[in-house]
């Protein structure tokens, strides 16, 4: 077994598999991780983070509370989780150290709140999430994407889109002093305005069978909810990214398009994302 040691942390068995029917080793993960920190690090930095991790032989997991075992250095924060119903310690990746230390347990997607821990009043962006109907080309999601955009320059705001490394796509748009539930008024607003643009293309509606083949623009994914970070990996084949896309190449991009493999030629080495 192949292994390694970066920024003082171990790493093991980089030949092994990284879990069932993904088709990439722990390796390709931590060389991911590590290529990428400069500008997946920022994303993550203060937020009490979310990753979901895999083993060979185990379904994929979502983890909020911090590993047994962690090395003192790992940052955590105290949350109150409603669903567990006790305090989790979620980690704060603040660094390529921590970064690497997750990689190790072979964390692949990271999640993060629009907030910071201690300022979670204070939300730092809201997201419109785009869902594909069931069976649908990409290319709708593109189209919804589009109408978003349009409500977006309509309010005087601009948004950022990245694909969500899965089916759809995430429009992302920084906001700062806004109190957390003019947020989300304004999220549900701009889903209303962007649908209404093109009824029959997409749709807000929460119920599945109300929705009838259109996109769903989801805007219930601000506040406490999370969104995986851009520049994150998804437990898919291929470890396919979720990658930021600029606007007038959203209609040529594909879901599949980025992954672990192709990011170092696919992405560059811009930070559009945090910049
Ligand atoms: P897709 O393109 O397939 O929709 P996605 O990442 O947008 O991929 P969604 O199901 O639309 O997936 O969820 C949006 C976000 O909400 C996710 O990125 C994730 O951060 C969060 N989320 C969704 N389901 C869960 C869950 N069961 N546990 C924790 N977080 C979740
Ligand atoms: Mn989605």
């Known amino acids: 077994m192949v292994d ?3 920024d003082g942390v171990r790493l093991t068995s980089l ?15 931590v060389e991911h991780l590590d290529a990428n920190a400069f500008r997946l690090v920022p994303q993550l930095a203060g937020r009490p983070l979310s990753v979901k991790r895999v083993r060979p032989g185990q379904e994929p997991f979502m983890q909020r509370n911090v590993a047994k075992g962690a090395p003192e250095w790992v940052r955590t924060v105290p949350v ?3 669903g567990a119903n006790r305090e989790v310690h979620q980690v ?25 821990a201690g300022a979670e009043a204070e939300p730092t962006g809201i997201v ?9 080309d990409f290319g709708v999601v593109v189209q919804a994407a589009e109408l978003v955009r ?7 705001l601009a948004g950022a889109v990245k694909t969500s490394g899965s089916k759809g796509v995430h429009v992302v748009v920084p906001v700062r002093g806004v109190r957390p539930e003019d947020a989300a008024a304004a999220t549900r607003a701009l889903a209303a305005r962007a649908a209404a643009l093109d009824p029959d293309l997409a749709t807000t509606a929460y119920i599945r069978e109300d929705r009838h083949g259109r996109v769903f623009l989801d805007s219930t994914r601000s506040g406490s909810s999370t969104i995986v ?6 437990i898919r084949p291929g470890l396919p990214v979720s990658a930021p896309v600029a606007w007038e190449d959203l209609p040529s991009v594909r879901p599949g398009d980025v992954t672990v493999r192709t990011a170092p030629e696919r992405l560059g080495d811009g930070d559009p994302w945090t910049a």
């Open 128 to 136: 419109l999430d785009l869902d594909p109907p069931e069976g649908a």
């Open 150 to 156: 349009r409500a977006l320059a309509d309010a005087g």
């Open 4 to 6: 390694d040691e970066r």
């Open 80 to 82: 109150w989780s409603y």
């Open 92 to 116: 704060l990746c603040d660094d390529r150290r921590t970064l690497l230390w997750l990689a190790n347990q072979r964390a692949v997607e990271f999640h993060v709140p629009f907030f910071v």
């Open 15 to 29: 030949d092994a598999p990284l879990g069932d029917g993904l088709e990439v080793t722990k390796g390709d993960l």
């Open 229 to 234: 970070a851009a520049y994150s990996p998804r």
